[in-house]
């Protein structure tokens, strides 16, 4: 019973370069989110997405970003023409519906994370 | 109005001591408290999590305390072990509106053996 596949655990990137993170949700969910971890901080919301879908982007920047969970494949998060800012780790997770419909609670399931460093 | 403040920000016990991490939080649609537990180089992992219609909650050697008139939360570690040293963070969400987690800054947990 696999968890929330992420990939690659670590990236290193050239500023200016583009970084591509991977998600597979576990099996059953059909919800993804997107987090960030800058160093010695809490987590902060980025992006919520469904099949095909983005439903809630609002935690996203307004450039550079951007996110996808196609019908088929593992969701993804690009960056473009990274910054040393952009140095953080990065956390997907997923939930079976819907939160907060009866029953389920807000229960969401957490990658390990992809850990990105510019340089 | 979104903010979830915790603290301390780190914390030192000692072996069978308690572990008290605070949350207070300012947006009363909030309904749903969770605590996640993360290890170095790990995700965060849901420890527990309470909703606002009942004032504690209990599972195993970790008990939520919850106050709705303070707008505030708390993780009590009763008898703490070396094993538990990790960073706990508080979150809070609005549940009918999705899963968007608000988290704390986190608790770096020592437990001295």
């Known amino acids: 019973n696999a968890g929330v596949m992420q990939n690659p655990r670590h990236l290193v990137r050239r500023r200016g370069q583009e970084a591509r993170l991977r998600c597979s949700p576990m099996?059953?969910?059909?919800?993804v989110y997107w987090y960030r971890q800058l160093p010695e901080e809490g987590l902060k919301f980025m992006v919520y997405?469904?099949?095909?879908?983005?439903?809630?982007e609002s935690g996203m920047p307004k450039e550079r970003f951007s996110a996808e969970f196609p019908k088929e494949g593992p969701s993804i998060l690009r960056i473009q023409q990274v910054v040393r800012g952009d140095s953080a780790a990065y956390f997907c997770a997923s939930s079976p519906r819907l939160p907060g419909v009866t029953g389920s609670g807000n229960t969401i399931y957490f990658g390990e994370g992809s850990w990105l460093t510019v340089v | 109005q979104q903010q979830v403040k915790q603290s301390p920000q780190s914390l030192i016990v000692q072996k069978g001591g308690i572990s008290i991490i605070n949350c207070a939080y300012e947006?009363?649609?909030?309904?749903?408290f969770p605590w996640y537990q993360q290890f170095p180089g790990k995700g965060p992992a849901l420890l527990i999590a309470i909703r606002p219609d009942v004032s504690e909650k209990k599972e195993g050697r970790f008990t939520i305390s919850f106050n709705k008139s303070a707008k505030q939360f708390s993780l009590h570690i009763m008898d703490s072990q070396p094993g538990d040293s990790a960073t706990y963070f508080c979150a809070a969400s609005i549940g009918t509106s999705g899963s968007r987690l608000t988290f704390g800054e986190g608790t770096q947990l020592t437990v001295n053996p």
């Open positions: 099996k059953g969910h059909s919800h």
């Open positions: 997405l469904q099949k095909e879908n983005i439903i809630d």
């Open positions: 947006n009363t649609a909030f309904d749903y």
